[in-house]
Nanobody, 127 residues
Framework: QVPLVESGGGLVQAGDSLRLSCTAS????????MGWFRQAPGKERDFVAA????????HYADSVKGRFTISRDNAKNTVYLTMNSLKPEDTAVYSC????????????????????WGKGTQVTVSS
């Protein structure tokens, strides 16, 4: 398990932007595949985006492609999710996740492919 802490959520209007951050503890962050998932009330947790351990490859859900960008700064043990053109249907609790097997295969977009999870940060988009 790797402690993960998200931040950056909030209440915004449709069309606005937000940047979420997820910081991990430990010295081997640069070896982890990282992902972002979201869960709306009454719904299952859905994949949003993932980034390879090097940052060289990314993968997105169709619903956010072209609007969201995942990135990472391995020197800061942090992964980001930049969300543009937000829509009310993006409202959810956003959680980051890590695959702690070093240099794991990519892409990974199933919840069971991730070992560690943050508690999440709420994003609310009003119309």
């Amino acid at each position: 398990q790797v402690p993960l802490v998200e931040s950056g959520g909030g209440l915004v209007q449709a069309g606005d932007s937000l940047r979420l951050s997820c910081t991990a503890s430990g010295r081997t962050f640069s070896r982890y595949v990282m992902g972002w998932f979201r869960q709306a009330p009454g719904k299952e947790r859905d994949f949003v985006a993932a980034i390879s351990w090097s940052g060289g490859s990314t993968h997105y859900a169709d619903s956010v492609k072209g609007r969201f960008t995942i990135s990472r700064d391995n020197a800061k043990n942090t992964v980001y999710l930049t969300m543009n053109s937000l829509k009310p249907e993006d409202t959810a609790v956003y959680s980051c996740a890590a695959t702690i097997s070093p240099y794991a295969s990519f892409p990974r977009f199933k919840t069971y492919e991730y070992d560690s999870w943050g508690k999440g940060t709420q994003v609310t988009v009003s119309s």
